[in-house]
Each structure stands twice: as C-alpha cells, then as structure tokens.
C-alpha cells in the first residue's frame, strides 16, 4: 500500500478538519502530490497540489482561501487542513501524485470520507 489517508469525519458547516496522507518513500520523494475529491454521482475533482520541494502550492478557486496544503518530506506525509467547510465539501478526500490527481498515471489513496452537515 503505497498512500493512506486519514483524519475524515463528520463536521457541521463551519468547522474544520485536518487530513493525512502517508505515503511510501518511493514515490512522495520524487513527486508532485495532490488532493482530489470525489462527491456521490459526480467525477474526480482537482483541490490542491505541492510541488515536490513543497514551496509552490496551487489550490481549486472553490476551496482557495479555505483549505491547505503541506507535505513534510521528512516523514513523507501529506496534509490537507480545511476550513470554514461547507455542505458541498462533503467527498471522499483521496491523496494522489501528480500535479492533478487526474492524469491516468497518477496513483490513489483508498480515501477518506469527508461530511459537512448544514
């Protein structure tokens, strides 16, 4: 298993959560690692990516200003912290290589569910 995430729940509008993403070696180091999302009947969508270094950090307009993105190269972890969560949040939250998450190359996490009562 080379992604895992954690740290989904079920938060009311407003709140905030942190997710994690713990990757195998091989693969965080030599990546551009992204956030993507998933809601009920609807297609993957981009949130966020890091370069590799970690300096550049590029986030969907929807979440921009609510949501960040870190990776600790050290422990080779990923980090999603939202907030001000909004109903329309609500997905399972999948850590990816790649700069998009969408390309067919780019590898997934197995997700975490994310909930945003109104």
């Known amino acids: 298993v080379q992604l895992v995430e954690s740290g989904g729940g079920l938060v009311q509008a407003g709140g905030s959560l942190r997710l994690s993403c713990a990757a195998s070696?091989?693969?965080?180091?030599?990546?551009?690692m992204s956030w993507v999302r998933q809601a009920p009947g609807k297609g993957p969508e981009w949130v966020a990516h890091?370069?590799?270094?970690?300096?550049?950090?590029y986030y969907n307009d929807l979440v921009k200003g609510r949501f960040t993105i870190s990776r600790d190269n050290t422990k080779n972890t990923l980090t999603l912290q939202m907030t001000n969560l909004k109903p329309e949040d609500t997905a399972v939250y999948h850590c990816?290589?790649?700069?998009?998450?969408?390309?067919?190359?780019?590898?997934w996490g197995q997700g975490t569910q994310v909930t945003v009562s109104s």
């Open positions: 990816s290589t790649g700069r998009t998450g969408l390309a067919d190359s780019d590898v």
């Open positions: 890091t370069s590799r270094s970690g300096l550049s950090k």
């Open positions: 070696s091989s693969i965080f180091r030599i990546n551009a």
